[in-house]
């Protein structure tokens, strides 16, 4: 990169630092993202990202499942799941697996990657502080959880003092039982509740496409009105809905924006948030 070029991309980045400083964002890792073997190289970098846009003055809160490793973790212990209409019933013994995982494996992992480059991370899951509190969403699938209410409070506090919130997303009902929650309508209610600038989706996908097999067809600007239309009419369905629609709910509970950005590029973070153009798809009220 020539020098001049250097200086542009720094010149292009400094009203957006302006404009994020002391701004709260929250940002959904994938279990995913964490998964693979070469995945440890991009842990570190969005630990970079992270401590980086902690070090201008935004308030970066990160919101995490884990997936993949509990499924792991359940093969490794033999233990056997049974599904309701496709969804695996997570009895007890899974629950505790959920929990020993998300709060005891993928959890200290994000907050350890986070504090090599700054010894800001601080691991809580949604039981702390009663964060994530939930009602059962239909007791043939066992303890899985729909959020009834966010209490930010522990949050608010961690940000207020100058750290940076690591969530998992293990809510609890109000007789303390721990129950597991979608890691993305999670993130999205936090979001709104912390009245959050930006929730930005760290997914495996390149963002949402008007033309699904079209790598070229990335759509990097939409608002909410014309996303509900795009389901509608099909051009966005399947295995996103539940992301598109929690960024959904976020900007019309006020948060400003909701970014889909494809976690396997290096510093996706970064280049999403400090450039004009951005990296992924960014959703918004009103007109785009
Ligand atoms: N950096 C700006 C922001 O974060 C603009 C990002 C534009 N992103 C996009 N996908 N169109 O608000």
């Known amino acids: 990169m020539s020098e001049l070029t250097t200086a542009q991309v720094l010149v292009e980045a400094l009203p957006y630092i302006r404009r994020f400083a002391g701004r709260t964002v929250v940002v959904k890792y994938g279990g995913n993202a964490l998964a693979g073997t070469s995945d440890h190289d991009a842990l570190a970098l969005f630990a970079e990202d992270i401590v980086l846009m902690h070090t201008v003055g935004i308030r970066p809160v990160v919101v995490h499942g884990g997936g993949p490793q509990i499924n792991e973790m359940l093969a490794r212990l033999n233990i056997e799941s049974s599904f309701s209409n496709g969804l695996r019933v997570t009895d007890a013994a899974t629950m505790e697996v959920v929990q020993m995982v998300l709060n005891g494996q993928v959890n200290p992992q994000i907050v350890s990657a986070i504090n090599t480059h700054g010894n800001v991370a601080v691991g809580l899951s949604g039981e702390d502080g009663r964060t994530l509190q939930v009602t059962p969403r239909d007791p043939s699938l066992g303890f899985v959880g729909d959020i009834e209410k966010v209490r930010p409070h522990v949050i608010e506090g961690l940000l207020h003092d100058g750290f940076v919130p690591v969530l998992s997303t293990v809510g609890v009902d109000s007789h303390g039982q721990p129950y597991n929650v979608n890691a ?69 509970g006020g948060v400003k924006s909701a970014h889909i950005l494809d976690g396997r590029i290096a510093h996706v973070l970064l280049l999403e948030l400090f450039t004009d153009q951005g990296a992924g798809t960014m959703i918004t009220g009103g007109v785009s």
């Open 184 to 252: 993305d309508t999670a993130a999205g209610a936090i979001a709104e509740a912390l009245g959050a600038e930006k929730i930005i989706y760290l997914t495996d996908i390149a963002g949402l496409r008007s033309n699904i097999d079209d790598a070229s067809s990335l759509i990097q600007r939409i608002t909410v009105n014309e996303l509900s239309a795009l389901i509608e009419n099909g051009t966005v369905s399947g295995g996103m809905i539940p992301k598109v629609e929690s960024c959904m709910q976020a900007v019309r």
